[in-house]
């Protein structure tokens, strides 16, 4: 017997065959592969030169910034904070002119660069010498810089030399005088096919030649020209690659400022509302029924066996009675009723009454924990410390903040360099060659001889504040054991202190000096004789166990 053959039924343009199994993904190695929620393709990015990401937020970027440090205690404090540490009282110059070319010795190049020094410090801390206005110092100007670099990623400064008979005029002896525009006043105007780019001429090679500022006149905004070799425009040209502006460092925490503005108010309002509250008595007598229960008497027949007369007498009766009660409750509640405000009144409710207290409710709330990673987001980019920042050193210890200080410095010093050492820089080369010039520094060769070099009479450093120390007694064993390998000179440690090495060395001489007169010991040098003995050795008949003669 044949076995039939299976038949199936396959619908019209179908294949009887199964479905093929879905082809599997093979893994890949390579940048920004796709991932399953699109998170990169929700980010439109683009690549384009600096200058157009600068010219385009620069503005509103600065105004946002000022917003913040005028109303935010926060940044203000923070901001004042990168001054102290980048600043200090000022930057003071160290003068290391090489001046062996022109015929000085060791010892008179350092008595010339002591005279230079001394001679700035009297220009620079004189308003009237050194500023146009007659009302900062050099120390001030460095301030007013650096905040205008942290809230325009900019500052400029305009130099002018007043000649002798408006010295005279004005009483004073030096002609360089110093003034400071704020970055908004050179506006970021660009005319390519003028040479205009970001409020600045240039130059077949890019050079700066001229600035435009716009000064107010006559009540009227007109534009004024200013020679590039008389303005200082600082800002971070190693941010922003061939951008001519510059744009606020704080400008990629806007964003996070007003977060945490947002934070802090919302925070706020709930606070506010769970300290709202409301009193409720409640009674178990229904008021709305029984005033209506009263008002019914009047609508009541007159039952069999009752005169009119006296029925309506016994309705007002019953009615009156009704009211009395209510009165007396009423009276009760208002003479013995809840006080919120005093706190010696003992309450009295009624029977079956309860008091009930009615607040607005919220969640539980993570506030402490968020707020702090935004401060976090803050610190890190005005390069700051948490605790410096936020004031908050309670889970703070002495390995956390040496580490702090240690990632932090190198922002600090750089920051330095960069923005506030250029400015200071510009005006003491134009002071130096203007006092030289005329005489008020002496010079051998005189002015002629400087300009066959003039490079290297301008070499110079400005000391800030020292790095600040969780423990300064540590801090002075490290130095004195760097010292004594070899691996620091006294120098260095003096200049990491915010010293100038010279004028301290000058001056520990000329103490020990004073001291050796006087008698006094001198506290300066390495311990000896700690022990009684020689080079700190043991005294003898101070030994343990005392030594015995042989």
Request: aromatic share 8%; net charge neutral.
């Amino acid at each position: 017997m044949i076995a039939e053959k299976p038949r199936v039924r396959v619908k019209a343009g179908a294949a009887a065959l199964p479905a093929a199994q879905p082809k599997r993904s093979q893994p890949t190695a390579r940048y920004l592969r796709q991932d399953k929620q699109g998170l990169l393709n929700m980010r439109r990015a683009i690549t384009r030169d600096a200058k157009l990401d600068v010219f385009e937020a620069a503005e509103r970027a600065s105004a946002l910034a000022l917003d913040f440090i005028h109303n935010s205690g926060g940044l203000s404090g923070a901001v004042s904070q990168i001054v102290c540490d980048t600043i200090g009282v000022e930057l003071k110059l160290n003068c290391r002119a090489r001046l062996k070319s022109f015929g000085y010795t060791d010892k008179q190049a350092d008595a010339w660069c002591r005279e230079v020094e001394a001679a700035w410090q009297q220009w620079a801390w004189n308003p009237k010498e050194c500023d146009l206005a007659g009302e900062m110092t050099i120390a001030e100007m460095c301030d007013a810089i650096l905040r205008s670099y942290l809230a325009y990623g900019e500052g400029f400064g305009v130099l002018d030399h007043l000649t002798v008979r408006r010295r005279r005029q004005y009483s004073v002896r030096t002609g360089l005088k110093v003034s400071l525009v704020a970055p908004h006043r050179c506006p970021r105007t660009t005319r390519e096919f003028e040479g205009l780019e970001g409020g600045i001429f240039r130059n077949e090679i890019r050079r700066p030649v001229v600035y435009r500022f716009r000064i107010r006149e006559g009540g009227l905004e007109i534009d004024h020209d200013v020679s590039a070799r008389d303005v200082v425009h600082v800002m971070d040209r190693g941010e922003h690659l061939n951008a001519t502006r510059g744009i606020s460092p704080m400008a990629p925490i806007l964003k996070v400022a007003a977060q945490y503005d947002q934070l802090a108010d919302a925070t706020l309002a709930v606070a506010l509302m769970q300290q709202a509250f409301a009193a409720i008595i409640k009674s178990p007598e229904a008021s709305n029924e029984a005033f209506q229960a009263i008002e019914s008497l009047d609508g009541l027949d007159v039952p069999e066996g009752y005169d009119a007369a006296d029925w309506a007498t016994l309705l007002s009766s019953v009615r009156a009675d009704l009211v009395e009660v209510w009165s007396q409750r009423f009276d009760a509640l208002k003479n013995g009723s809840v006080s919120l405000t005093d706190p010696a009144r003992i309450a009295h409710l009624g029977p079956g009454e309860d008091l009930e207290m009615v607040t607005a409710s919220a969640p539980q709330s993570n506030y402490v924990a968020f707020a702090q990673n935004l401060q976090r987001e803050i610190a890190r980019c005005l390069g700051v410390t948490f605790e410096s920042y936020t004031g908050d050193h309670s889970n703070a210890n002495y390995s956390s903040v040496r580490m702090a200080v240690a990632s932090i410095w190198p922002v600090v010093m750089r920051r330095r360099q960069r923005i506030v050492v250029p400015f200071i820089q510009t005006i003491f080369e134009n002071w130096l060659e203007e006092a030289i010039r005329e005489g008020r520094v002496p010079f051998k060769g005189g002015y002629a001889a400087f300009q066959r070099d003039p490079e290297a009479v301008f070499q110079a450093e400005f000391q800030g504040p020292e790095r600040p120390s969780a423990d300064p007694y540590k801090d002075a064993l490290a130095s004195k054991i760097l010292m004594e390998l070899g691996l620091a000179s006294h120098a260095d440690e003096a200049i990491a202190r915010g010293k100038n090495p010279q004028e301290l060395l000058v001056q520990i001489a000329r103490e020990i000096k004073m001291m050796q007169a006087a008698g006094i010991p001198v506290p300066f040098g390495r311990t000896q004789g700690g022990g009684g003995g020689p080079n700190g050795a043991a005294a003898e008949g101070r030994r343990e166990p005392a030594q015995e003669a042989a």
